[in-house]
């Protein structure tokens, strides 16, 4: 049996060593990049971190601090299946899990001979670690991704995402980028819609329904993923940014971090006075935001839209994925450097707060 996966968080397994950096993809000619659904927003100031003292010591969601972010567009929904099998056909990608040869897949949906099988986590054994599970085959090697193209497409690394925005030209959001979308026009909730995780007694995400991690109810029609958009959006017009699939973003991760951010356009830790750093050396954790259909507040409330935590970029499982976001033009992601690292405001700009 080959080595478990490795459990840095309740519900993110990590990779064992990977199979090395992926190579990135040619860059395409703007003229042949794939439309994004997308949502601009105008960038302001807004108030990123857990005001309710919910989150866990160890993530690092406090403390509460002002941070102010140029404009942005940012997708509606995370990356799909579809668009995904798109960026495969066009450049011959092979993610980590199909160079690797196997993926965590959560226990009660593998479709895997028992000799595929090749480990459980000790720390979480809802993980199984399945030969030839990837993104074609999310639940393993005897089922496939057909009847999935419009879901959020899973088993990705933060290396593959990397290696799609570049095909695309785009980006992965900063970690402020992504709660400031994720929040949308409201102020210190708790959810993207309020701070009631049901109001009126509707589900408004795809997480957890039942007893974790042995008995799903599917109250609302699914167990694992939902189709992107199969649930209100927030305030912005972006869907599933609490639930269905965890969001590579990316930053470093640093639980320690918020404390020394910068006001302006924070980019993680060893990344405020030059490139983000987005170059995918392993053990270098990067952030996830917005939780997947496996929390449960029993054990794991990181769908609120503070939340965070960390993986090793090589690392995949049938519950991460990713969404992107580009620079709006005319308003360049530049930032003069400020006091200890820091950036201050452009000169030549002014940071709005409309709705643009």
């Known amino acids: 049996m080959s080595q478990p996966p490795v459990v840095r968080a309740c519900c993110l397994p990590s990779a064992?060593?990977?199979?090395?950096?992926?190579?990135?993809?040619?860059?395409?000619?703007?003229?042949?990049?794939?439309?994004?659904?997308e949502v601009a927003l105008p960038g302001g100031v807004f108030a990123m971190g857990d005001a309710f003292g919910e989150g866990y010591p160890a993530d690092g969601e406090t403390p509460v601090h002002e941070v102010e972010l140029a404009p942005f567009t940012i997708d509606t929904a995370p990356v799909t299946t579809a668009r995904f099998a798109a960026f495969v056909e066009a450049t011959g990608h092979r993610t980590d899990a199909e160079r690797?040869?196997?993926?965590?897949?959560?226990?009660?949906?593998?479709?895997a001979d028992p000799a595929d099988v090749l480990?459980?986590?000790?720390?979480?054994?809802?993980?199984?670690?399945?030969?030839?599970?990837d993104w074609r085959h999310p639940y393993g090697p005897l089922g496939d991704s057909e009847d999935l193209r419009d879901h959020p497409v899973v088993h990705i690394s933060h290396r593959d995402a990397l290696a799609y925005c570049r095909w695309a030209g785009r980006r992965l959001p900063t970690e402020a980028e992504w709660e400031y979308a994720a929040r949308g026009p409201?102020?210190?909730?708790?959810?993207?819609?309020?701070?009631?995780?049901?109001?009126?007694?509707?589900?408004r995400c795809r997480i957890w329904q039942g007893r974790f991690p042995d008995l799903p109810t599917g109250e609302d029609g699914w167990y694992a993923t939902a189709p992107v958009g199969s649930y209100p959006p927030n305030g912005f017009g972006l869907a599933d940014v609490a639930g269905n699939v965890w969001e590579w973003c990316a930053d470093r991760f640093d639980p320690a971090y918020y404390a020394r951010s910068p006001r302006f356009d924070p980019r993680g830790p060893g990344d405020d006075e030059g490139p983000t750093g987005n170059d995918g050396t392993a053990g270098d954790r990067r952030v996830l935001r917005g939780g997947s259909y496996l929390c449960h507040d029993s054990y794991?409330?990181?769908?609120?839209?503070?939340?965070?935590?960390?993986?090793?970029?090589?690392?995949?499982?049938?519950?991460?994925?990713?969404?992107t976001v580009a620079d709006r033009p005319g308003h360049p992601r530049t930032f003069a450097r400020g006091a200890r690292g820091g950036r201050t405001r452009p000169a030549s700009s002014t940071v709005r707060q409309d709705r643009c």
């Open 186 to 203: 409201l102020t210190g909730r708790r959810y993207p819609w309020g701070d009631e995780l049901r109001p009126d007694g509707a589900h």
């Open 100 to 111: 690797a040869g196997s993926s965590a897949v959560f226990h009660l949906f593998v479709l």
């Open 300 to 323: 794991c409330n990181r769908y609120r839209v503070a939340a965070r935590t960390g993986n090793t970029p090589d690392s995949t499982s049938g519950n991460c994925g990713f969404r």
């Open 119 to 133: 480990g459980r986590s000790p720390a979480a054994p809802w993980w199984l670690e399945v030969r030839g599970a």
């Open 16 to 37: 064992p060593a990977g199979a090395g950096p992926v190579p990135p993809p040619p860059p395409r000619a703007a003229a042949e990049r794939p439309a994004h659904p």
